[in-house]
């Protein structure tokens, strides 16, 4: 699958978190519990945006994670 492009990433994103807190919570599924703890939805729906794109927080490749990184601070700066 060829990958979408950073600055469509960042567009797609910030779109989708702006929308209302309700909505947010649906997509994210339903609530994750861990050790009594329910996760935020912002963050199950970031979660869920990762698995989707096929990439992990705990990915080995350091360069890649790099890179990635990288990349979303200069979309961050080119949009301010």
Do not use: K, Y
């Not at 997509?27 to 703890?37: F, Y």
């Not at 096929?54 to 994670?65: E, P």
């Amino acid at each position: 699958m060829a990958r979408i492009p950073v600055r469509v990433q960042a567009t797609m994103a910030r779109a989708l978190f702006a929308l209302p807190a309700s909505v947010r919570r649906r997509l994210a599924g339903r609530p994750t519990r861990r050790d009594g703890q329910t996760l935020d939805p912002d963050v199950q729906l970031l979660l869920r945006l990762l698995t989707v794109q096929d990439t992990s927080l705990t990915d080995d490749d350091l360069i890649r994670i790099m890179d990635l990184l990288v990349d979303s601070v200069n979309v961050n700066r080119s949009s301010q």
